[in-house]
């Protein structure tokens, strides 16, 4: 399966990537988006993929406890994908501004206005 | 202990300086010189034990890593200079109070100069050569910041920054010399590396640690070819100029080659470029300073001049020449002090620093006119004042030993203009008759004048009994730097010897060269022409150089197109790690291929194809919808593989994400096309690559053998430690709680600018 | 755009919303659960709200300005790590109390718990602070 994830992974990039290389602020976002997920995938493919043993320890015998995934990456990503939310919201908010602002959505044009 | 409370307290006091301003306004200046009067009554207690040959040194454990210690170290010399920096540190924190009366950035000057005091303080006391570099760097920053300190002004900056930017490079290469020092020698401390001297000079870096030191002791002592930021230097309020630019921190490059000598010192290369470059410093700075009219200048040239004669002293090596040195360091400090501080005086109260235009002064300022004459005379190096000894002693030195005849004809050719430059400056605004100026001049207040009377009527004192300081003060400085017993007696008569002659023969033609100054000037008018293509020239051009290089690589490197950022940053990195990896591209695994479940590779398929999608839709509810379809696959996956908390973040975030989007799209324009078919297919290409660089390092990195995971920690002491069976959760709000908290405050943060974005924005009314 | 069928499901839905995020909330120390996921579905279920009725009437339900609610969240997380330096030890040094209900059982209450409810109530603030202020533009 990390196999199969990886190239899922790659895929998210590079989906993600070639949104982030358009030219409309719109699709750079979703682009941004794409990303997020990849990353988050990614960690969480390195640290190990283990099948049906949460790292919950509630009435587990002690010895099954080495068996669990684990926890550590997905702390990580727990943190990420809410602070991702709120990266995510600040720049949509960001953009809406920028556009209304400019009156185009094209990085193109936004870069003609600041100079 | 007390040696590091007395360097660290004046870092306190400066901090503090321009509070205690606002209170004692007026009388800030004599307050805060109750400081270095006090440091100098400490050190001064050290006098005895360090005239008896004691040493004091302290030492703390500061990066114990590197073994890097925070070390002072107290013998002669540092005692010496130590003297200086608070003695006359005090005297312009008095002047300062009356030079920059009611100035409206007053407190933050105080702050600067004591700032400036305590870290000439550390380097002359550190016995660290870190602890060195550092302070070294500090002198050079409160340099900076006092250079620039009428920072309105272009040329105030200009000059701050030609300052800073030869000193601080000098720096660097000090830093370097310092570091090839503890590679050689395997220590910090100076005072092991003086005790190792002939295993450095014998060392194969010997040649590049020292050309790194003398360049680090060349810029900040403003030797040619480094010279020109001192006389730019002087655009200074003139307290800095007087204590900064001539008495202390130029000093500080001199001070270190003495502290080197003994590890450094006596090779033909050492001797030989120092002594050279010592010598045209000397020659070259007494020549322009000869040709100058602004005061300022005219010192400021000098000063580069003496400098030059200390370096070439210390290059020559000899017991005669440092003693020389020594005596002759000192007594330039209280002369040029003085003088400077004079030049101050009278800018203020005449309203000009123009030597032709300046006379008969003696009548208004007589106490300023007194002070002057001794300083000059001194400079002159006439009989019975402290200067006359520093010049007997510099020829003496060059004369008795071994004769050199050029060193020598170049030492009275200067020693000639120091005459007519010591009158020039000294003596000729006081006499005469009266030229009319702007300003009607009268004597300045006390604070004005203490300073350079006190230094004018030291160097008198001084010169008619130097055995209060020859034993006591100046012997132990000579020895730290010869480590060798040496007999210093400074007498007033020595009987009618040549080198006697010599100085009367030099006060001589020094009068004959100032009262023919300005036919003088008009014969080497022409020489004028070679002005402009000087060592600062140099630096003018390379600045610009620099400037356009940065204007030129930025033009090229930053379109200002996101796009192409990325293009070039992506493509680098896929590029170089790429080809890393294609050379064992046989270690991929893919062993892992094949153990997948229907319901497992679903997700996984969704993921990937929902992603196309999201590229390929044109409309933006489309994408929105092919986005949430990646998220929510994602949190499927995690349930699968035992992520329980994740899977249910996802799904919570992946909702709240889709009303976000919709909620903000639905005001934005459509998706168009904006990009031509190539572009569209080149970016295709980049992003595959990028994509599948990322898969390539996963397959390789799965097949790595991993460390012991941290998380075994986790496990087992999630019970009984934090009392939670949910590990995720017991990570993120005990083990790394702290973590947690910096992340919901930056949420919190988001959420603000967030706010701040939709409800404070100027351009609503006008759109509404 | 109000739709009667919204209306009426959500004043059933919200109190079950937040009595359950509440229990995940809780729950999350030995179960999967949590502040992070306990607040983003209270969040949503004030979204659900303000998309059923209209911005203003949630904004009355809530009765205090979400941008106070996570301020409010962040001193509450703060504050729990400040219990052990009055204690003498180390910033966010957890403490736990063991009380016991004989014959329930007992309860271990720790700092940790007051934490996670501060990230909770930082995630609900933070999240309908931007919502909110985004649907009323």
Redesign the interface.
């Known amino acids: 399966m990390e196999t199969l994830l990886a190239f899922v992974v790659g895929g998210l990039y590079a989906a993600g990537l070639y949104m982030m290389l358009r030219r409309s602020v719109l699709k750079l976002i979703i682009g941004l988006g794409l990303f997020g997920h990849a990353a988050n995938l990614l960690i969480f493919t390195m640290g190990g993929l283990t099948r049906a043993q949460p790292p919950i320890l509630f009435g587990l015998p002690a010895d099954a406890a080495a068996g669990v995934a684990d926890p550590l990456p997905q702390a990580l990503i727990l943190t990420a994908i809410v602070i991702g939310f709120g990266v995510q919201a600040f720049a949509l908010v960001l953009i809406r501004r920028a556009v209304q602002a400019v009156g185009t959505d094209d990085l193109d044009q936004m870069k003609a206005t600041d100079t | 202990m007390g040696l590091v409370s007395a360097v660290l307290s004046g870092f306190v006091l400066a901090l503090i300086a321009p509070w205690i301003y606002r209170i004692a306004r007026g009388a800030t200046g004599w307050l805060l010189a109750i400081f270095p009067l006090a440091l100098f009554a400490y050190f001064l207690s050290y006098i005895g034990a360090v005239a008896a040959g004691d040493v004091v040194r302290v030492s703390y454990p500061w990066v114990p890593s590197l073994g890097i210690n925070l070390s002072f170290y107290l013998d002669g010399l540092s005692l010496l200079f130590a003297f200086l920096i608070t003695g006359i540190g005090a005297l312009v924190l008095i002047y300062t109070g009356g030079y920059l009366k009611d100035h409206s950035h007053l407190g933050r000057f105080y702050g600067f100069i004591l700032f400036f005091m305590a870290s000439m303080l550390g380097v002359v006391l550190a016995d660290n050569t870190m602890g060195l570099f550092l302070f070294w760097e500090l002198t050079s920053v409160s340099s900076f910041l006092l250079i620039g300190f009428e920072h309105e002004k272009e040329s105030s900056r200009a000059a701050a920054l030609q300052a800073l930017l030869v000193t601080a490079l000098g720096g660097m290469a000090l830093l370097g010399g310092f570091l090839l020092l503890n590679q050689a020698v395997g220590s910090w401390e100076i005072s092991e590396l003086v005790r190792q001297g002939d295993a450095i000079r014998t060392h194969s870096l010997y040649i590049p640690i020292v050309l790194l030191v003398l360049a680090g002791a060349f810029t900040k002592s403003a030797q040619f070819p480094f010279h020109f930021w001192l006389p730019s230097a002087m655009e200074a309020p003139t307290p800095v100029s007087a204590y900064l630019h001539s008495a202390t921190m130029v000093k500080a490059g001199v001070y270190l080659l003495a502290r080197m000598t003994p590890a450094l010192a006596e090779t033909a290369l050492w001797t030989g470029t120092v002594t050279a470059v010592g010598a045209v410093t000397m020659v070259f700075g007494a020549a322009i300073a000869f040709r100058q009219s602004d005061l300022k200048l005219i010192l400021a040239y000098s000063t580069v001049s003496a400098l030059g004669i200390m370096m070439m002293l210390l290059g020559v090596g000899t017991a005669g020449a440092v003693q020389a040195m020594v005596v002759f360091l000192f007594g330039h400090a209280l002369y040029k002090g003085a003088l400077f501080m004079l030049a101050g005086a009278i800018d203020h109260e005449a309203g000009t620093r123009d030597v032709n235009r300046l006379a008969g002064l003696r009548s208004a300022m007589p106490v300023s006119a007194a002070a002057g004459l001794l300083a000059a005379l001194s400079m002159a190096a006439v009989p019975a004042l402290f200067g006359f000894y520093g010049k007997e002693l510099f020829y003496e030195s060059l004369a008795e030993d071994y004769l050199m005849p050029v060193l020598l004809f170049a030492s009275v050719l200067t020693s000639m203009i120091f005459v007519a430059v010591a009158v020039l400056a000294g003596i000729k605004p006081f006499i005469g008759e009266t030229t009319s100026s702007a300003k009607q001049p009268h004597e300045a207040p006390i604070s004005l004048w203490l300073g350079p009377v006190t230094l004018a009527a030291t160097g008198l004192v001084l010169g008619l009994w130097p055995s209060m300081v020859d034993k006591s003060a100046l012997l132990p400085a000579i020895h730290a730097v010869l480590w060798r017993p040496v007999f210093l007696e400074l007498a007033l008569w020595h009987g009618l010897n040549p080198i006697f002659l010599l100085s009367m023969a030099t006060l001589a033609s020094g009068s004959g060269l100032f009262i023919f100054r300005s036919r003088l000037l008009r014969l080497f008018s022409w020489l004028d022409a070679l002005r402009d293509c000087g060592p600062r020239n140099g630096y003018s051009l390379a600045l610009a150089g620099l400037n356009a290089a940065a204007q030129a690589q930025t033009r090229v490197l930053q379109s200002?197109?996101?796009?192409y950022y990325?293009?070039i940053v992506?493509a680098t990195a896929t590029v170089l790690s790429g080809y890393k990896l294609l050379q064992d591209i046989e270690s991929l695994?893919?062993?892992?291929?094949f153990?997948?479940t229907f319901y497992?590779?679903a997700p996984?398929l969704l993921?990937?194809l929902a992603?196309?999608m999201?590229?390929r839709v044109r409309s933006?509810l489309a994408?929105?919808a092919a986005?949430g379809v990646?998220?929510f696959s994602?949190a499927l996956?995690?349930v699968?593989?035992?992520?329980?908390?994740?899977a249910?973040?996802?799904f919570?975030?992946e909702?709240?994400?889709v009303?976000?989007?919709v909620?903000?799209?639905y005001?934005?324009?459509r998706?168009?096309i904006?990009?031509s078919a190539w572009t569209r297919a080149r970016?295709?290409f980049?992003?595959?690559t990028?994509?599948?660089?990322?898969?390539?390092i996963?397959?390789k990195?799965?097949g790595v053998e991993?460390h012991p995971?941290?998380?075994?920690y986790?496990?087992?002491n999630?019970?009984p430690?934090?009392?939670?069976?949910?590990?995720?959760?017991?990570?993120?709000?005990?083990f790394?709680?702290?973590?947690?908290?910096g992340?919901?405050?930056?949420?919190?943060i988001?959420?603000?600018?967030?706010?701040a974005?939709?409800?404070f924005?100027p351009?609503k009314t006008e759109?509404r | 755009m109000t739709s009667l069928i919204l209306s009426t499901a959500t004043r059933f839905l919200l109190p079950l919303f937040l009595l359950f995020s509440i229990f995940i909330l809780f729950r999350g120390h030995n179960q999967p659960g949590g502040g992070f996921v306990g607040g983003l579905i209270a969040a949503a279920a004030f979204a659900l709200h303000a998309i059923a009725y209209d911005v203003k009437r949630t904004r009355r339900l809530l009765g205090i300005d979400p941008r106070n609610l996570s301020a409010l969240g962040l001193l509450v997380a703060m504050g729990s790590g400040m219990i052990s330096l009055f204690l003498g030890e180390p910033f966010m040094t957890g403490q736990w109390l063991t009380l016991s209900f004989w014959p329930v059982g007992q309860l271990e209450i720790g700092t940790p718990l007051f934490f996670d409810v501060g990230v909770y109530l930082v995630v609900i603030g933070i999240t309908l602070t931007i919502i909110l202020s985004l649907a009323e533009e």
């Not at chain 2, 430690?721 to 005990?734: P, Q």
């Open positions: 200002g197109y996101l796009r990325l293009l992506v695994s893919f062993g892992r291929l153990d997948v497992e590779a996984a993921i990937l992603a196309f999201a590229t933006r994408a929105i986005l990646v998220g994602v996956v995690f699968l593989f035992s992520a329980p908390d994740l249910m973040t996802q919570s975030i909702t709240l994400t009303i976000l989007f909620l903000v799209f005001h934005l324009p998706f168009a904006l990009s970016d295709t980049v992003a595959l990028a994509g599948g660089l990322i898969t390539a996963m397959l990195a799965s991993l995971k941290i998380s075994t986790y496990i087992e999630s019970v430690l934090a009392h939670g069976h949910n590990i995720v959760n017991v990570i993120l709000v005990e790394r709680g702290l973590d947690t908290l992340e919901i405050t930056v949420l919190a988001a959420a603000v600018g967030v706010y974005l939709l409800k924005w351009g759109t």
